[in-house]
């Protein structure tokens, strides 16, 4: 069994940064694909990023595009968003997904674990 818990968030400005963290248990997470969804108010869960079970392979939104990176540290049991240029319609709360096909997930229904959720706020 897979336990997710995203930490990192918090309040920013506009244009600021933030880093997001996933810590994962589990003696099998390196070899779970990984991704990072968002859900501001009133707004249904969007897919944000997501990366192999390697890390050789990522993909995102275009609404993140150029501005979010995703990484993971399989030794560490860590995943992890970095989230550059912030805007304000990146408010929202960001949850961490996991699932043992170690291949791309790019779709909520294709994640079998997911944390609790973390809330980032950007200030206009």
């Known amino acids: 069994q897979v336990q997710l818990v995203e930490s990192g968030g918090g309040l920013v400005q506009t244009g600021g940064s933030l880093r997001l963290s996933c810590a994962a248990s589990?003696?099998?997470?390196?070899?779970?694909?990984q991704g990072w969804f968002r859900q501001a108010p009133g707004k249904e869960r969007e897919f944000v990023a997501a990366?192999?079970?390697?890390?050789?392979?990522?993909s995102y939104a275009d609404s993140v595009k150029g501005r979010f990176t995703i990484s993971r540290d399989n030794a560490n049991n860590m995943l992890y968003l970095q989230m550059n240029s912030l805007k304000p319609e990146d408010t929202a709360v960001y949850y961490c997904?996991?699932?043992?096909?170690?291949?791309?997930?790019?779709?909520?229904?294709?994640?079998?674990?997911w944390g609790q959720g973390t809330q980032v706020i950007v200030s206009s």
């Open positions: 990366i192999n079970w390697s890390g050789g392979i990522t």
């Open positions: 589990g003696r099998a997470f390196s070899s779970y694909a």
């Open positions: 997904a996991a699932d043992p096909r170690g291949g791309i997930r790019l779709r909520e229904y294709e994640y079998n674990h």
